[in-house]
T-cell receptor, first 113, second 112 residues
Framework: AQSVTQLDSQVPVFEEAPVELRCNYSSSVSVYLFWYVQYPNQGLQLLLKYLSGSTLVKGINGFEAEFNKSQTSFHLRKPSVHISDTAEYFCAVSDPGSEKLDFGKGTKLTVNP | ETGVTQTPRHLVMGMTNKKSLKCEQH?????MYWYKQSAKKPLELMFVYNFKEQTENNSVPSRFSPECPNSSHLFLHLHTLQPEDSALYLCASSQDGGSTQYFGPGTRLTVL
């Protein structure tokens, strides 16, 4: 099983500011990496995923993430956030072919006007 | 309906009640999952079904009983629950056991 660390439990930012949500995982030869978003009273929605190939992954709603194998990180970024981005963001990791998806504890992003 | 649906969305039950949570996926997937989401804890995988066969039981107490009659439907039968079982229960599905999982909206369960 992977250990997934989301270093910031809460991140407050102002609207139109850039944001980075950090995610680190325990080392492995190869991994699949995911970011999910959960809006209040809803389930988890897939934002983006890294399975292989380019280390810079673009997702929905203007988010992107970069896989850094040497630092075992998969940080999520957005250059300019909106009020509607207020939600909880979860990083998840799995070993290729495994049914188990290991989640971090989540980061609550609050975008203020 | 599209995606993964769950019913009911909210459930309040006493410790002696028996109830069931239902999940249905409309994505043509063959693997389905139950997760528990409690406050301040990572999502916990409870059960995995692949082609209707249970392939994972993550040390879940027997008061939770899953059922997967076909690859589109998944149930979680609940009986004699404890207040600490109050949580958001999420269902997910994927094309294969190791591929991207898609989640339903969850059932918010409160045990009194």
């Amino acid at each position: 099983a992977q250990s997934v660390t989301q270093l910031d439990s809460q991140v407050p930012v102002f609207e139109e500011a850039p944001v980075e949500l950090r995610c680190n995982y325990s080392s492995s030869v190869s991994v699949y990496l995911f970011w999910y978003v959960q809006y209040p009273n809803q389930g988890l929605q897939l934002l983006l995923k890294y399975l292989s190939g380019s280390t810079l992954v673009k997702g929905i709603n203007g988010f992107e993430a970069e896989f850094n194998k040497s630092q075992t990180s998969f940080h999520l970024r957005k250059p300019s956030v909106h009020i509607s981005d207020t939600a909880e963001y979860f990083c998840a990791v799995s070993d290729p072919g495994s049914e188990k998806l290991d989640f971090g504890k989540g980061t609550k992003l609050t975008v203020n006007p | 309906e599209t995606g993964v649906t769950q019913t009911p969305r909210h459930l309040v039950m006493g410790m002696t009640n028996k109830k069931s949570l239902k999940c249905e996926q409309h994505l043509g997937h063959n693997a389905m999952y139950w997760y528990k989401q409690s406050a301040k804890k990572p999502l916990e995988l409870m059960f995995v079904y692949n082609f209707k066969e249970q392939t994972e039981n993550n040390s879940v107490p027997s008061r939770f009983s899953p059922e997967c009659p076909n690859s589109s439907h998944l149930f979680l039968h609940l009986h004699t629950l404890q207040p600490e079982d109050s949580a958001l229960y999420l269902c997910a599905s994927s094309q294969d056991g190791g591929s991207t999982q898609y989640f339903g909206p969850g059932t918010r369960l409160t045990v009194l």
